[in-house]
């Protein structure tokens, strides 16, 4: 089961971005930028699918 | 006719008589090539003789073909068998003494000569001298035949037809190129008889008893391996179509024919169509449930449903590859591949194949080929459909090569995304390998984007790349103190440039270890910081605590153990 957690980081130029932490489970982890894992959310569906 | 030849040849010398060519080789002339003719030997009579042989009267020898000599006395033909008989094929005797002045005539058809001097043969000459044509000769008689059908015709008799007196020869004829004569009388056609199906002749007067009719037809001279002209045609390339320039003749065994092809190597833009490369998952099966997610590289599944679908890199058994992926159901969706907009812009407006391998778990009738293009760069929020692209698969328990051949839109520059879409029913699944992508007409034996095994990992790595040290300890890279006991940076370089600044990472079992003080916490957190390019991460790493400011040195590595592993994601 994923549990993301989001985790403030300070830039080098002092500004705070926020990461979302994907952990899946089973000791491995995904890191991305929190506005990224939103556009997961809800998942591409553009692509066609057949009969459609 | 007697022929002159001249009387000082030279070799190589040539000379054309009576529709018939002969070459001087340096000691003999030799008949080269001679169409069809007729041959005339004359005699005057000079009273009394009834055995004709040797010179004509202009000096001609007589020989003729058995079977295939018209004798005329005053112009009147004679009926073989009765009014003379050939058996010599050099001399004629005559069933009756001539008298003087008396005209005969022999016109005959010797066998077409398309043989002498090495033009003819069975076997092909090694060499060849100017103008020399090769005909291959092996198998039928050649030569422009005469059948002759003559029979004796009950009284009464208007339609002639079947077997000759001989009892073997049966009547046919190719309509207007008959001749029928009657007791030696060439009769007219239209007038005297009517002939127009090519197995009878009907006569306009009835025969009386003693009557004689002969038919002459000649018939189609065989030599064997000829060809039509359309046949010919087709197995030569015409000068008004060699295609463009560099372009390679290919077989397209589809059509049954060859098509000219600009493929080249590294023809595929399909990266890993082989389904080899798999950093994320080395062969393990993933889990898809309303995401696009990526199992080998650069393939991608998604699921519309959150229905446990998953995708895994397999034996390539079924597909007769050394790997393939495999999707199995419950799914419906798509597995595909997005292309980069610079690596296809150059298939805009031009036609292309994509092919690939697929075997099915069981009759799958609802796959089908798709392919759609970005409406901005790299970006399908919005997309269109190529239609063309679609076609129905042909899914089932024996391996199936397919392709689809369809012009890409020129207006397709932003990227293209390609792959099978569909849906399957729970624990039904598919394998799917050799995917390819060419410019052209036709689906080309399967070859690596990357050209090989490296180059196609560093194709893959252009977009997602994976660090898998193996061993305990492994190192990632230098990191250091960050004004904070619970983060250090480390910068970690890429082996391949990447397409963009990668933002998404995916790691396990790493740990932030100080020379002198052991491992730092526990890490809860990798993130990639805003300095990062192309060609190197720059990572913050969160700890629990620990990080001190000393000189010591600070690494990212593996834990102790060998499974892990630092990922970077620049994916579509």
């Keep these: ?52 | 006719m007697a022929i002159s030849f001249p009387s000082s040849p030279v070799a190589g010398t040539s000379i054309y008589q009576g529709g018939r060519q002969w070459t001087y080789d340096g000691t003999t002339w030799n008949l080269v090539l001679g169409g069809a003719y007729e041959l005339y030997w004359t005699h005057t009579g000079t009273g009394g003789e009834t055995t004709l042989s040797g010179a004509s009267d202009n000096g001609t020898t007589l020989t003729y073909p058995l079977g295939g000599e018209n004798v005329y006395l005053n112009g009147v033909l004679l009926y073989r068998g009765q009014d003379y008989t050939a058996t010599t094929g050099s001399t004629i005797v005559l069933a009756n003494p001539l008298a003087l002045s008396d005209i005969v005539t022999v016109v005959s058809y010797p066998a077409v000569q398309m043989s002498s001097n090495n033009i003819a043969q069975t076997t092909e000459p090694t060499t060849y001298t100017p103008g020399m044509v090769w005909v291959n000769t092996a198998g039928n008689t050649q030569g422009l035949q005469l059948v002759r059908w003559k029979k004796t015709p009950n009284a009464g008799t208007t339609v002639l037809s079947g077997l000759a007196d001989d009892g073997t020869t049966t009547r046919a004829y190719t309509a207007g190129y008959e001749e029928v004569y009657v007791n030696g009388i060439l009769i007219v056609k239209g007038v005297d008889y009517t002939a127009t199906n090519g197995t009878s002749i009907t006569l306009t007067q009835a025969t009386v008893t003693g009557d004689t009719v002969e038919v002459f037809n000649t018939i189609t001279m065989g030599v064997t391996n000829t060809y039509t002209q359309s046949q010919s045609d087709a197995r030569y390339i015409p000068l008004s179509n060699l295609g463009s320039s560099g372009s390679t003749l290919m077989v397209n065994s589809n059509a049954s024919n060859v098509v000219w092809s600009s493929a080249t190597v590294s023809k595929n833009f399909i990266i890993n169509g082989l389904q080899e490369i798999d950093q994320r998952h080395s062969g393990a099966s993933t889990t898809v449930n309303n995401a696009l997610t990526y199992g080998v590289d650069r393939w991608f599944l998604y699921n519309s449903g959150a229905t446990n679908a998953t995708v895994q890199r397999v034996a390539g058994t079924n597909t007769g590859t050394q790997y393939a992926a495999r999707v199995t159901g419950t799914w419906g969706g798509n597995y595909g591949s997005r292309l980069e907009s610079n690596h296809i812009a150059p298939l805009a407006g031009k036609t292309v194949t994509f092919s690939g391998t697929i075997w099915g778990s069981t009759s799958i009738p609802t796959l089908s080929t798709y392919a759609i293009y970005a409406g901005s760069q790299d970006s399908y929020a919005t997309n269109t459909t190529i239609s063309a692209a679609s076609i129905a698969l042909t899914v089932g328990n024996t391996s199936t090569n397919f392709s689809v051949t369809f012009v890409v839109p020129s207006g397709a520059v932003n990227g293209m995304e390609i792959g099978i879409t569909g849906s399957l029913g729970s624990g039904v699944y598919f394998d799917v390998s050799n995917l390819q992508l060419e410019i052209g007409s036709v689906a080309t034996p399967f070859s690596r984007s990357g050209g090989t095994l490296q180059g196609e990992l560093n194709a893959c790595e252009r977009y997602y790349e994976r660090s898998t040290p193996g061993v305990a300890y492994g190192k990632y890279g230098q990191a250091y103190y960050n004004n904070s006991s619970s983060q250090v940076v480390c910068n970690v370089e890429f082996k391949t440039t990447k397409r963009v600044i990668p933002t998404s990472i995916d790691y396990a079992n790493l740990r932030i270890q100080q020379n002198g003080i052991g491992a730092l916490g526990t890490i809860s957190a990798v993130s990639i910081n805003i300095e990062s390019t192309t060609k190197l991460a720059d990572l913050t790493v969160t700890i629990g605590s620990g990080a001190t400011n000393t000189l010591n040195p600070i690494e990212l590595m593996n834990d102790n153990n060998t499974a892990g592993y630092l990922g970077f994601s620049a994916e579509l």
């Design chain 1, 1 to 52: 089961m994923e549990n993301v957690t989001f985790l403030d980081v300070t830039q080098m130029d002092g500004t705070t971005k926020t990461f979302a932490i994907i952990d899946r489970g089973n000791g491995e982890f995904t890191s991305m930028p929190k506005a990224d894992y939103e556009a997961t959310l809800p998942s591409e569906s553009s692509t066609p699918q057949a009969g459609k």
